[in-house]
């Protein structure tokens, strides 16, 4: 018997999955949204969470970007058919934003990394980012200032 309002009665929303060591590895220039065609036992496993963005990267080929190395665990409730745990997906984007991101891609020597996965309006979203990787001091300098940001709050 548990109340109304227990922890297991209670309908969650879709998860949100995030890549916490880009943030970490690298500097984000500048910041995109994209929709990703995916197959609907993938959409259900993203919508409980079950997906690891930390070796994904994008590319574009041909005039369109793709995300390679995306980890989407099968649906466990699925029929025979169960989705490929990391094939390449494509990514939904204007022709003239790939083009635009392409031409930063190529120009400034940066790498366009997915770091987070979300649903808006009951459709997929990824956001990208065109990064620059971080040199080993930026990553100590980033630890130190979150350890110095710990402690003011721990004086409040």
Do not use: W
Not at 45 to 55: F, H, I, M, Q, V
Not at 95 to 108: A, G, H, V
Not at 138 to 144: F, G, L, M, N, Y
């Amino acid at each position: 018997m548990g109340s109304k309002n227990s922890k297991k009665d209670k309908k969650t929303g879709p998860a949100t999955i995030q890549n916490r060591k880009a943030s970490f590895e690298y500097h984000f220039e500048d910041t995109f949204e994209a929709g990703i065609v995916l197959v609907g036992s993938e959409v259900k496993s993203l919508y409980l969470g079950r997906a690891n963005l930390t070796d994904a990267y994008c590319q574009v080929k041909n005039g369109e970007l793709f995300l390679y190395s995306l980890d989407i665990e099968p649906y466990e409730f699925s029929s025979a058919f169960q989705h490929e745990r990391r094939k390449t997906r494509k990514l939904l984007m204007h022709k003239s934003e790939i083009e635009n991101l392409e031409r930063k891609f190529e120009q400034k020597g940066l790498a366009i990394i997915p770091f987070k996965i979300y649903f808006k309006g009951g459709k997929v979203k990824v956001a990208i980012a065109l990064a620059r990787g971080k040199k080993m001091f930026d990553k100590r300098e980033t630890i130190k200032a979150r350890d110095e940001q710990r402690d003011l709050d721990r004086e409040r």
